[in-house]
């Protein structure tokens, strides 16, 4: 860029450039927070199909522990039919 000294007068031509580099640096700079905006949308993007991958290995996990207590019996339950066999026994004469 010409350096205008206090002697030198600013001519249309240096006032043009100095527009011109401007618009150039604007542009760079704008051009560069697109890409940093760009480079976080990737990071995002590819936590969410982690995110999604987790949740798919839970969903399965839980449907497993769900199979698995489908002919299990509550503890309450238990306890309740215990005593209620006790009951029965003491009233017909079994001992344990």
Wanted: charged share 40%; aromatic share 6%.
């Amino acid at each position: 860029m010409p350096k205008t000294s206090k002697k030198q007068k600013m001519t249309l031509d240096n006032l043009a450039i100095l527009i011109q580099r401007e618009f150039i640096d604007s542009k760079n700079e704008i051009s560069g927070v697109r890409n940093e905006i760009r480079e976080g949308f990737i990071k995002i993007s590819d936590e969410i199909i982690w995110i999604h991958g987790t949740l798919e290995v839970i969903q399965r996990e839980i449907m497993e522990i769900k199979k698995k207590l489908e002919n299990v019996i509550y503890r309450h339950e238990f306890e309740k039919l215990k005593d209620r066999i006790e009951e029965i026994e003491k009233k017909v004469g079994i001992k344990n």
